[in-house]
């Protein structure tokens, strides 16, 4: 089984810019969904010049099964457009690389502005990593930073307290 383990931190307000001077990679990404049920999501995802379909487990928690798939960007600018749930996910992303770890800094747009999320993927669920001087808050166990659920509750409509990752 596909599995993805990550881990989704907000950044430190005292350094939340510094990161920007160490992107290596910026990609823009717009995404939307075909299906969320209690087991899994369906998305669609185009990032630049490339598009995939993919299924992830509605798990909570940073391990959850995933699979992926290429599709044509035609096809995916075809199923954003006329079968994807609305509001829609559009946010750039920034690669970094720290202690020998690429981290992806997702800086979300729309309805989403404002929110900013770290994530990185780990080889197992125990993984000791360095953090960054610009890593705040862990979130990954809060389901309201998953992309899924920010189609259906965004950032716009959260309270200042679930802002501040509470």
């Known amino acids: 089984m596909a599995q993805e383990i990550e881990r989704k931190f907000l950044l ?4 939340a810019n ?3 001077s160490l992107a290596f990679k910026k990609i823009h990404l717009h995404q939307g969904y075909l299906c969320n049920n209690s087991k899994a999501s369906v998305r669609i995802r185009i990032e630049d010049q490339h598009a995939n379909v993919n ?15 290429s599709i044509p960007v035609s096809e995916a600018t075809e199923l954003l457009h006329s079968l994807c749930s609305k509001p829609q996910i559009k ?9 020998h770890k690429c981290w992806e800094i997702d800086v979300f747009e729309g309805d989403n502005e404002g929110l900013i ?3 990185i993927e780990l080889e197992s669920e125990d993984e000791i990593f360095d953090l960054p001087e610009w890593i705040g808050k862990e979130v990954s166990i ?4 998953y992309n899924m659920r920010l189609t259906t509750y965004p950032y ?6 679930e802002k501040q990752g509470d």
């Open 12 to 15: 430190s307000s005292g350094n």
């Open 18 to 20: 510094s990161w920007k």
């Open 55 to 69: 299924i992830k487990s509605m798990t909570v928690g940073i391990a959850r099964a995933e699979y992926e798939y």
């Open 91 to 99: 946010k750039v992303r920034y690669l970094v690389m720290f202690a």
């Open 117 to 119: 999320v770290a994530e």
């Open 142 to 145: 809060f389901e309201r930073y």
């Open 156 to 161: 716009s409509q959260w309270t200042t307290k």
